[in-house]
């Protein structure tokens, strides 16, 4: 049976960590600080845990430079539960917006005013839109859970990549060609799509504030490319992600909230009004509001799963003094590695994205030696397997290759890969 240190992982996600904080979280597991105690025994309330809340929170502002005016939030649901989260949030929000709109300094149950409530009312079914940017699985998940919880008429698709691709995504439509609301609860788009191998080069222009600093509500899924590259945090509302990829174990999910967002700035419409309009009422572990007033705990928060995010985040700033920008070099140069071998034998391999818009983090292509793709591509599997490269499959639903090159692979081990990607094709 092969060692930790004779294989080397490519797998989406859950993803690879490095083991050395592998082997202090299994101490911490056992023995927190020797307090006889493990982490995951200690109350999610005592002082212990409060202290690696804070400590993550201030190293992941250090790392991607997040501003004073955004809050951390430790969520649970993955991305898919930021798909309803999202909804919930930034609707109420644009709800909330529209009431002070249309009633003003009137106090009181808005029932009691029933013309200026049937105002509301018909801006809520004529008005409100949230739009999306479908670039590939995710995104088409999450514009489908927009869909479900407010209706077709509510959802706005203002791009799909499919309808310039032959009805496949690989692809980002270009700018010009996108269909955005003038006034949308919120603009959602996946950076970095993990099943399909598009990412995003750069933050959408269509997207940016105006001279008068006001632009669209956006909110970015940014779960597969989190800390592989500086990101300008103030243009979004919201960024979420899970920590799976590139921050940790699978079980926490962090969300960077605008605060202005938040109470005192914006609170969420009650139940009652919401129920009167006819939009759905969130779970209250949903509630970003909910979360940020209780230090992300409401309820029962892993505190292993946040140690863990916490170690990754100290390591990173101990390893790279320029913190995410140097980690951004590295994977640059990862994925270098790896395209280049695939693209020098263009009749052995096929990367499926387009080349403006592939993806650095998670490199998606097909095998096509000897004309047979399913029997070139197991043995591909295969061959890649006996050196010890494992994880390559790729999804279900795309089939093919897919190498996802997340933080903890070291560079050593893009090398191996992309000396196997020449082997092979000459083999």
């Known amino acids: 049976m092969p060692s930790r240190s004779d294989v080397t992982y490519f797998g989406a996600g859950p993803a690879l960590l490095p083991t050395d904080i592998l082997e202090e979280a299994a101490k911490a597991l ?31 502002t250090a790392c991607l430079d997040i501003p004073d ?14 798909f309803s989260a999202s909804v919930y949030n930034f609707v109420g929000a644009w709800v909330a917006r529209k009431y002070r709109e249309i009633f ?73 060609s996108w269909k955005l609301s003038k006034d949308a609860a919120f603009v959602y788009y996946c950076d970095n799509e993990t099943v399909d191998g598009v990412e995003f080069p750069a933050f959408p222009k269509s997207l940016e504030a105006g001279p008068d600093g006001k632009g669209p509500v956006v909110v970015a899924d940014m779960s597969s490319n989190i800390l592989t590259r500086k990101i300008p945090v103030s243009k979004f509302s919201a960024i979420f992600f ?35 309009l006819g939009l759905p009422v969130p779970p209250i572990i949903f509630q970003y509001e909910i979360a940020a007033k209780n230090n992300s705990l409401y309820n029962t928060l892993s505190i292993f799963d946040v140690f863990v995010a916490g170690q990754v985040l100290s390591k990173l700033l101990r ?17 270098q590695l790896i395209y280049g071998a695939i693209e020098a034998f263009p009749e052995i391999y096929k990367v499926i994205p387009d080349k403006a818009t592939r993806s650095r983090v998670n ?34 639903s795309l089939g093919g290759i897919r190498a996802s090159n997340y933080n903890a692979v070291p560079l050593e081990g893009a090398e191996k890969l992309a000396k196997f990607v020449r082997a092979f094709a000459t083999s």
């Open 30 to 60: 056992v023995n927190y600080q020797s307090t006889g105690l493990g982490v995951a025994e200690h109350s999610h309330r005592s002082s212990l845990a409060t202290d690696i809340i804070s400590q993550a929170k201030a190293d992941l």
């Open 69 to 82: 005016d955004y809050e951390i939030l430790f969520m649970q649901g993955g991305g898919t539960g930021e």
């Open 104 to 176: 003003g300094d009137v106090r009181g149950d808005p029932s009691d005013h029933p013309e200026l409530l049937n105002q509301l009312k018909q801006t809520v079914d004529n008005d409100l839109k949230v739009d999306y940017l479908v670039t590939g699985g995710w995104s088409q998940k999450a514009s489908a859970e927009g869909e479900r919880l407010l209706g077709s008429s509510h959802i706005n698709v203002a791009a799909d990549a499919r309808k310039v691709n032959g009805g496949k995504f690989g692809t980002i439509p270009d700018e010009s």
């Open 242 to 276: 899970g920590a799976q990829k590139n921050l940790g174990l699978t079980g926490v999910t962090v969300v960077i909230l605008k605060k202005s967002f938040l109470p005192p700035t914006v609170s969420q419409p009650s139940p009652s009004l919401m129920r009167q």
């Open 319 to 335: 390893t790279y003094s320029s913190k995410v920008e140097a980690q951004q070099a590295v994977t640059e140069k990862k994925s």
């Open 363 to 396: 490199i998606c292509f097909r095998v096509t030696k000897g004309g047979d793709v399913d029997a070139a591509e197991k043995a591909f599997l295969a061959e890649a397997a006996d050196q010890g490269l494992i994880g390559l499959k790729g999804h279900r």
